[in-house]
């Protein structure tokens, strides 16, 4: 366990930065493809987000968001990522849009460092960020 400093421009390297962020979503598509059929449904897309902690990350997690309303949210993420409309999520789709959520979270990190505690394991976005960035400063030196 450690602690990182993330702010809108570690983020905003990491994604600009295309083979390591087409990395690590890829890495991610695939995991969430729980039935190998190379697309993500709706309820992949779910599972992913519960995952990816963003959705709590957004809207408090002392607030308890009855179902019917997180499941709205979830539907309102979906579309967001299905540009085609054809119902599921392929590869394209999911790097664009998670392109835009980080961009988004850049944006709202500004040039206001946080400080992020991460266990070990953890394969968060924004711990990657941190480590890209780490690694950039460690060639540099
Ligand atoms: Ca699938
Ligand atoms: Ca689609």
């Known amino acids: 366990m450690g602690v990182v400093i993330v702010d809108g421009s570690t983020v905003r390297a990491f994604v600009e930065d295309e083979s390591a962020f087409n990395k690590s979503v890829d890495e991610r598509f695939q995991a969430l493809d729980l039935n190998r059929d190379g697309v993500l449904s709706r309820s992949e897309l779910r599972k992913a987000f519960e995952s990816f902690r963003l959705v709590e990350a957004h809207f408090g997690t002392d607030v308890v968001t009855p179902p019917e309303q ?72």
């Not at 599921?88 to 980080?102: Q, S």
């Open 70 to 141: 997180l499941t709205q949210l979830y539907d309102s993420i979906f579309e967001g990522f299905d540009c085609d409309r054809n119902g599921t999520i392929d590869l394209d789709e999911f790097r664009a849009e998670m392109k835009k959520i980080m961009f988004a979270i850049a944006d709202g990190l500004g040039s206001s460092p946080i400080q992020m505690v991460i266990e070990d394991d953890d394969d968060s976005f924004l711990k990657k960020a941190a480590d890209l960035e780490a690694s950039k400063i460690a060639q540099a030196s």
